[in-house]
């Protein structure tokens, strides 16, 4: 009788959640097809899942905010892989009371395992005791203490204390602490103990059971999600990786709707552990914008399971109409029913996710890198932001004055297109036209080449490049913007266009090799052209400069600084991976001091508060990211900050006028360094027959 009401219980759970499943899964099919690859590197995958899932790599990384640290968490998760054997184990026996693991492993470990599974569960029980502790406490922002949690940890712990009820009650067999147990409750007599093991038993079972069952309705949901996020992640080193759009396809113009979200984006949100990082390190939130990167991702899921599932329920009706007969009155009534209650929902952009919350993002990728389950958030708000400029036609102004000064004069700042070589006066800059075929294609980008501050950088540059001998030419007025603010601001069709042209004058060129100077610039030179026919070997100029330190090409002499502090851009760390160059170079230049870190620096860094097409957005005063970004950078007691990124160039010397601090201390590019350092620069660049610099490693 037993077998046959704890097969009942086994059927009746495993069957409510094969139903559940399925629905979520076809209600995840309801997306786009994923455009780019996803089982690929299979065995590069399987390494990826086992240190990201099984190791939780991401989660034991050292996190800086108090309300990031779930090191916790590691310990309930390890010991739930732990644990779960023996719950198998228990389950197999509920229908064969004579199965045992010792069958397949023998005696000795078969005792070792429960010993270790009795462990893990004071383990995990003590771990679930300071989250609550952690929740009800000292109550860290965005982790409430909410009734879904409540529940999770309750049943938790309930799972916990029943097994050492289960065992303790019967002599303790499974380990030291069940054993313990038993110990304490000798004195209790035989029948008593007897009932006490059975109602532990069935507690525990019916705790498996109805846990199984509620994780897909509850935060928990990541429990079934990640593990597949996981093995599915961008592995390419295109870690934002927006897809091409086809723009003669009205479906393609960004995300509005569910069903144009891919099915992997929607994956993401069954995925999300609410741990809150991507929030606590999201710039925007910082500065109290409307934007929390977790709640977006969260009002996502919102809308696939409840927009989906009625989608689904709307379809399967329908499917019944034909062979409705008598019934087709109430049918269609039904029908009626659902498509009232799908029109009452908030649509998904403009309406579940606010315009304000998507222009907010700066695009820098902390949330995405913060992330233990690689849900790609910049992604999402880019696509619902070319909705919203492609098929609503809804730009912020200062946006879309940029738009139209890129679509007039091919740059963001509206100055004549005639004007982009003026920085290059009395340097005798080469083109590409007067010097074909040179080693290196110098992109001097709009910054470079308009802004009255970043011509210092640029003159810089090429100084350094004329010391070294360096073989390289540039567009000149054949260079356009490249259409990275078109294209992080939503406005693909403009992209499309600076894309096409710029990579129609490269190929007819013949360029292989570019050096920038943008971080902007080389993201989508790298990583966005080669979707259009354009592939080049891309160098950061902080690589070149570096190499041509390292290889002897020129020689810092000069002392340039004291304390010196690198501040780290977004698009070219997190976004390219180029932690070493820039300090590399640094290390090698005279300075008095000490070459200093902030506190958030490389993959924990800090955004300036420009990317994300927000360099051309006005803030509120107390709302800008680069006053508290400078202020760190302050704080080191550096008199000189290093940057390389014409973007962070300006926002961080806007912070430090800002803040009264522009006579004490100095904002600069790496390449205005390193020329400052340089004695002897010729004034023009060398004649086309000097020797070409070795190139560095791209």
């Known amino acids: 009788m037993k077998q046959l009401i704890f097969a009942a219980l086994l059927v009746a759970a495993f069957g409510l959640f094969t139903f559940t499943m399925r629905r979520y899964v076809r209600v995840l099919a309801l997306g786009a097809p994923e455009p780019r690859p996803r089982l690929d590197q299979l065995g590069r995958r399987l390494w990826f899942v086992f240190l990201q899932f099984f190791l939780q790599k991401k989660v034991a990384e050292g996190q800086k905010k108090p309300a990031a640290q779930s090191l916790h968490h590691l310990l309930i998760f390890w010991g739930f892989l732990i644990i779960t054997v023996g719950t198998g184990e228990l389950l197999v026996q509920g229908l064969f009371p004579s199965f045992s693991l010792s069958l397949l492993v023998g005696d000795t470990l078969h005792g070792a395992l429960w010993a270790t599974i009795d462990v893990c569960n004071l383990l995990v029980l003590s771990m679930i005791g300071y989250a609550v502790f952690r929740r009800v406490v000292l109550k860290p922002q965005l982790i409430p203490m909410s009734l879904d949690a409540a529940i999770i940890l309750g049943g938790i712990a309930l799972l916990m204390l029943s097994h050492f009820g289960m065992h303790g009650f019967a002599h303790g067999t499974a380990g030291p602490i069940s054993a313990w147990v038993a110990e304490r409750t000798l004195g209790i007599a035989p029948d008593t103990r007897a009932l006490a093991h059975e109602v532990s038993y069935w507690l525990h079972i019916a705790v498996v059971l109805s846990f199984m069952n509620y994780l897909p309705h509850s935060k928990h949901i990541h429990l079934l999600g990640a593990l597949p996020n996981i093995a599915l992640a961008n592995l390419s080193e295109r870690k ?37 990082r991507c929030t606590n390190y999201c710039p925007a939130y910082a500065t109290e914008k409307p934007l929390s990167p977790m709640h977006l991702v969260l009002d996502i899921r919102d809308e696939l399971l409840e927009r989906g599932s009625l989608k689904l329920e709307l379809s399967a009706l329908e499917a019944k109409l034909p062979k409705a007969n008598g019934h087709r009155a109430e049918l269609e009534a039904k029908i009626a029913a659902v498509q009232a209650k799908l029109t009452a929902l908030p649509k998904l952009v403009g309406g579940r996710i606010k315009e304000e919350t998507l222009w907010a993002c700066t695009t820098c990728g902390a949330c995405q890198e913060a992330c233990p389950v690689f849900i790609e958030h910049p992604l999402k708000i880019i696509q619902m932001r070319q909705h919203l400029v492609l098929a609503e036609e809804k730009t912020p102004p200062d946006l879309a004055r940029a738009f139209r000064n890129i679509e007039r004069n091919s740059n963001p700042w509206g100055i004549g297109a005639d004007k982009r070589m003026e920085w290059a006066e009395g340097l005798n800059v080469p083109t590409i036209a007067d010097k074909p075929n040179p080693e290196y294609l110098l992109w001097v980008g709009c910054a470079g080449a308009f802004d009255q501050r970043i011509r210092k950088q640029t003159q810089a540059m090429v100084k350094v490049l004329n010391a070294a001998g360096v073989d390289y030419a540039v567009l000149g007025h054949d260079e356009k913007c490249t259409g990275d603010l078109a294209r992080r601001g939503g406005n693909e069709m403009l992209f ?44 950061h100029h902080t690589a070149l400069l570096a190499h041509l330190l390292e290889t002897g090409k020129v020689a810092a002499k000069k002392e340039v600084a004291k304390d010196l502090v690198y501040h780290d851009s977004c698009y070219m760390g997190r976004w390219n991976g180029e932690y070493d160059a820039p300090r590399a170079l640094l290390s090698r230049l005279p300075i008095a001091g000490q070459l200093k870190e902030a506190e958030r620096s490389r993959e924990k860094g800090f955004c300036c508060g420009a990317g994300g097409a927000r360099m051309f957005m006005e803030e509120a005063p107390e709302q800008r990211v680069n006053v508290i970004r400078t202020k760190e950078l302050i704080a080191t007691g550096a008199q000189t900050i290093a940057v390389g990124c014409p973007f962070c160039n300006v926002m961080i010397t806007d912070g430090v006028k800002g803040m009264d601090q522009a006579d004490n201390v100095r904002v600069l590019d790496v390449a205005e360094l390193l020329a400052e350092s340089l004695v002897d620069l010729p004034a023009t660049a060398p004649p086309a027959t000097a020797p070409a610099a070795t190139a560095p490693p791209s």
């Not at 113009?253 to 999300?272: H, I, M, N, P």
């Not at 080669?530 to 592939?535: D, I, S």
């Open 496 to 539: 499309q266009m600076q894309a096409e042209a710029n990579i129609e004058t490269l190929n007819g060129a013949g360029v292989k090799k570019v050096i920038t100077s943008c971080p902007h610039c080389l993201h989508t030179l790298r990583h966005d052209y080669p979707q259009f026919g354009g592939n080049f070997e891309v160098i």
């Open 240 to 276: 934002l990786d927006l897809p091409k759009a086809n723009l003669e396809d009205e479906k393609q113009w960004g995300v509005g709707s569910l069903e144009q979200l891919s099915w992997k984006s929607l994956l993401d949100t069954y995925a999300c552990t609410e741990c809150a």
